[in-house]
Nanobody, 122 residues
Framework: QVQLVGSGGGLVQPGGSLRLSCVAS??????????MGWYRQAPGKQRELVAT???????NYADSVKGRFTISRDNAKNTVHLQMNSLRFDDTAVYYC??????????????WGQGTQVTVSS
């Protein structure tokens, strides 16, 4: 099996920055990571896509975060990052990392991290 462990959330003031990280690891498994991404869910709202990055590093962002957030990946470390700048009140949410992964002798499917809380407050 593969686990995604997200980290980096916290409390920041409006206009501040935060960097989220997510590491994929397997327990004795060989796996291939395709697309990776970040999603978020705020209270009373549905989960929404924040940003994705493909295996060839093509990126896609929600309109609400374009120009402020940057997604990147380090394939050697099986890691995806989300650099968040110019944070706003409405960025407050639980952020989940996601990865499309194929496990040797297994299936290809989406895996999800446990979620990390980002709170923007003055």
């Amino acid at each position: 099996q593969v686990q995604l462990v997200g980290s980096g959330g916290g409390l920041v003031q409006p206009g501040g920055s935060l960097r989220l990280s997510c590491v994929a690891s397997g327990t004795g498994n060989i796996f291939t990571i395709y697309a990776m991404g970040w999603y978020r869910q705020a209270p009373g709202k549905q989960r929404e896509l924040v940003a994705t990055i493909s295996s060839d590093s093509t990126t896609n962002y929600a309109d609400s975060v374009k120009g402020r957030f940057t997604i990147s990946r380090d394939n050697a470390k099986n890691t995806v990052h989300l650099q968040m700048n110019s944070l706003r009140f409405d960025d407050t949410a639980v952020y989940y990392c996601n990865a499309d992964i194929w496990v040797l002798l297994g299936q290809r499917r989406d895996y999800w991290g446990q979620g990390t809380q980002v709170t923007v407050s003055s």
